[in-house]
């Protein structure tokens, strides 16, 4: 089945520690977006790429890093810089940038202990 | 200041009762304007998208609209299933991606 798959879905995290977090898609989509979704926050754009090899900050990018080294997959990583990173993440992908649908994962769910 | 605001933040409504969900935005150059419903836990799933004033697209009980300034999300005769968290957004003449209000929260009450 085509679609977006993130993982892993729960994540734990020690202070200090830098963690990815997993999104591949087979839909042949050449955007890809992570967003992060604190309660009542909405979701909030941390990086996009349109294609591979290129990815841009978004509005809450001090932190994180990604890298888009193949079309399918667009993994984020969580810094030992991101002071809050507990939160709700979710991966998108969509055919062109903003023109059409966006496509969302599941979502996963970090935590720091 | 907010680009694209929701209201109510929360909706209670009695099965079978009817309401609207507003998503107004203050861009310019609206390019589309799109419609999610997300459950708890979970990603969100796409509903609509609509591209220009007067537009309307349907789905079930959800019939979403477009103006100028706002959209509305009309749910008629809802059912306790349709709880969840709907959210808006939109894309715009510029660089960034879609630009998401922070949603509105339905609850059915059977």
């Known amino acids: 089945d085509g679609g977006i798959t993130q993982s892993p879905k729960y994540l734990f995290r020690k202070e200090g520690q830098n963690v990815t977090l997993s999104c591949e898609q087979n839909?042949?989509?050449?955007?890809m977006y992570w967003y992060r979704q604190d309660p009542g926050q909405g979701l909030r754009l941390i990086y996009y790429s349109q294609i591979v090899n290129d990815f841009q900050k978004g509005d809450i990018a001090e932190g994180y890093s990604v890298s888009r080294e193949k079309k399918e997959s667009f993994p984020l990583t969580v810094t030992s810089a991101q002071k809050n990173p507990t939160a709700f993440y979710l991966c998108?992908?969509?055919?062109?940038?903003?023109?059409?649908?966006?496509?969302f994962g599941q979502g996963t769910r970090l935590t720091v202990v | 200041e907010d680009q694209v605001t929701q209201s109510p933040e929360a909706l209670r409504l009695q099965e079978g009762e009817s309401s609207s969900l507003n998503c107004s935005y203050t861009v310019s150059g609206l390019r589309g304007l799109f419609w999610y419903r997300q459950d708890p836990g979970k990603g969100p799933e796409f509903l609509f998208t609509l591209y220009s004033a007067g537009e309307e697209k349907e789905k079930e009980r959800l019939k979403a609209t477009l103006t100028k300034k706002e959209s509305f999300l009309h749910i008629t005769a809802p059912k306790p299933e349709d709880s969840a968290t709907y959210l808006c957004a939109v894309f715009y003449s510029g660089n960034t991606p879609l630009v998401f209000g922070k949603g509105t929260r339905l609850s059915v009450i059977a």
């Open positions: 998108a992908s969509s055919m062109y940038r903003g023109l059409t649908e966006a496509f």
């Open positions: 839909l042949n989509h050449d955007a």
